[in-house]
C-alpha cells in the first residue's frame, strides 16, 4: 500500500471518527450517564412516548403513499414519451433543493387558515396544519422522490421487451407488473422505501413549521429531542436521541444489506 493510499484512508477515517463516531458516542454518553433507569425512565415518560408512536404512525402513513407515487412515477417517466416529461422529473426532485423549512412555511400558507385552500376548508370544520395531517402533508413533500429515484434507473435499464413479450402471450396488465415489473424493480423498491421512511422519522425543519409543536400532540421524536434540551432535561433529551439513532442505524444496516446482496439496488441517490 502505497503512501498516497495510506493517507487518503486515514483521512476517511478521520473524516468518519469526527463527523459520526464522535456525535453517535456524545449521545450515547449523555444519554446513559444516569444510567439504565433513568435512560428508561426518559423514554416511557408519556410526551416521549407519544412522539415515538407519532413518528412511527407518520412513517407508515406516509410509505405506500410513496411506493405507490413513485412506481407510477417512474414507470410513466421509464416508458412514455410525452411533453413535459423532462419537467415531471425536474419537478419531483424539487424537494432534493429546496429548504424543508421553506416548504413548511409553503404548506402553512397555502394550506394554513389563512390560505387560498385551508381557509374554505376551516370554514367547513376541516383543519390541515397544526395536526397529523399537516404533518403527513410535509413528509410526502419532503421523501416523495425516493422511491422514484431508485426504481427509475431500474426501468430504464431493464427496457420494455419482457413487459412485451408477457403482452404477447396474453397477460393483461396487472399481471405484467406482477410477474415482469415487480421482480425487476423488488430491491430497488424496496431500498428506496427504506430510504423514504428515515427520511419521514428524522424530518425536523418542515414538521416544525406545520405541527404547532403542541406538546404531547404534535410534537415528533426530533421536535421532543429538542425540546426537552431547550427544557434543560438533557438526560430526556439524549434518551429520545438514542431512538433515533437506534432508528438510523436500523435503516443503515438494512440498506448495507440489500446493497450487498442485491448491488443493483443502491447506490443512485
Given at each position: 500500500?502505497?503512501?498516497?493510499?495510506?493517507?487518503?484512508?486515514?483521512?476517511?477515517?478521520?473524516?468518519?471518527?469526527?463527523?459520526?463516531?464522535?456525535?453517535?458516542?456524545?449521545?450515547?454518553?449523555?444519554?446513559?450517564?444516569?444510567?439504565?433507569?433513568?435512560?428508561?425512565?426518559?423514554?416511557?415518560?408519556?410526551?416521549?412516548?407519544?412522539?415515538?408512536?407519532?413518528?412511527?404512525?407518520?412513517?407508515?402513513?406516509?410509505?405506500?403513499?410513496?411506493?405507490?407515487?413513485?412506481?407510477?412515477?417512474?414507470?410513466?417517466?421509464?416508458?412514455?414519451?410525452?411533453?413535459?416529461?423532462?419537467?415531471?422529473?425536474?419537478?419531483?426532485?424539487?424537494?432534493?433543493?429546496?429548504?424543508?423549512?421553506?416548504?413548511?412555511?409553503?404548506?402553512?400558507?397555502?394550506?394554513?387558515?389563512?390560505?387560498?385552500?385551508?381557509?374554505?376548508?376551516?370554514?367547513?370544520?376541516?383543519?390541515?396544519?397544526?395536526?397529523?395531517?399537516?404533518?403527513?402533508?410535509?413528509?410526502?413533500?419532503?421523501?416523495?422522490?425516493?422511491?422514484?429515484?431508485?426504481?427509475?434507473?431500474?426501468?430504464?435499464?431493464?427496457?420494455?421487451?419482457?413487459?412485451?413479450?408477457?403482452?404477447?402471450?396474453?397477460?393483461?396488465?396487472?399481471?405484467?407488473?406482477?410477474?415482469?415489473?415487480?421482480?425487476?424493480?423488488?430491491?430497488?423498491?424496496?431500498?428506496?422505501?427504506?430510504?423514504?421512511?428515515?427520511?419521514?422519522?428524522?424530518?425536523?425543519?418542515?414538521?416544525?413549521?406545520?405541527?404547532?409543536?403542541?406538546?404531547?400532540?404534535?410534537?415528533?421524536?426530533?421536535?421532543?429531542?429538542?425540546?426537552?434540551?431547550?427544557?434543560?432535561?438533557?438526560?430526556?433529551?439524549?434518551?429520545?436521541?438514542?431512538?433515533?439513532?437506534?432508528?438510523?442505524?436500523?435503516?443503515?444496516?438494512?440498506?448495507?444489506?440489500?446493497?450487498?446482496?442485491?448491488?443493483e439496488a443502491g447506490g443512485r441517490t
Open positions: 500500500m502505497s503512501l498516497r493510499q495510506r493517507l487518503l484512508i486515514g483521512l476517511a477515517v478521520l473524516f468518519a471518527l469526527i463527523a459520526i463516531v464522535a456525535p453517535v458516542a456524545a449521545i450515547l454518553t449523555r444519554a446513559f450517564g444516569d444510567g439504565l433507569g433513568a435512560w428508561w425512565s426518559a423514554i416511557v415518560e408519556p410526551e416521549t412516548l407519544h412522539a415515538i408512536w407519532l413518528t412511527v404512525l407518520t412513517a407508515l402513513i406516509v410509505l405506500p403513499i410513496n411506493i405507490v407515487f413513485g412506481i407510477a412515477a417512474a414507470w410513466a417517466i421509464a416508458r412514455f414519451r410525452f411533453p413535459g416529461r423532462r419537467a415531471l422529473l425536474i419537478l419531483i426532485e424539487i424537494p432534493f433543493a429546496v429548504s424543508p423549512v421553506i416548504a413548511g412555511l409553503c404548506f402553512l400558507l397555502i394550506y394554513g387558515a389563512y390560505g387560498p385552500v385551508g381557509a374554505p376548508l376551516m370554514n367547513e370544520g376541516i383543519q390541515l396544519m397544526f395536526n397529523l395531517t399537516g404533518i403527513v402533508l410535509v413528509s410526502l413533500f419532503v421523501t416523495c422522490p425516493f422511491v422514484m429515484r431508485e426504481v427509475l434507473p431500474v426501468l430504464q435499464v431493464t427496457g420494455e421487451d419482457e413487459e412485451k413479450a408477457a403482452l404477447t402471450l396474453g397477460a393483461n396488465g396487472w399481471q405484467i407488473f406482477r410477474h415482469v415489473t415487480l421482480p425487476n424493480i423488488l430491491w430497488a423498491l424496496v431500498h428506496g422505501a427504506i430510504l423514504a421512511t428515515a427520511r419521514a422519522m428524522g424530518e425536523f425543519g418542515a414538521v416544525s413549521v406545520v405541527s404547532g409543536a403542541v406538546r404531547g400532540q404534535t410534537m415528533t421524536l426530533p421536535l421532543q429531542v429538542e425540546l426537552l434540551y431547550n427544557d434543560y432535561n438533557t438526560t430526556g433529551a439524549f434518551a429520545a436521541a438514542t431512538v433515533l439513532t437506534a432508528l438510523a442505524l436500523v435503516t443503515l444496516m438494512l440498506r448495507s444489506a440489500i446493497a450487498a446482496v442485491h448491488p
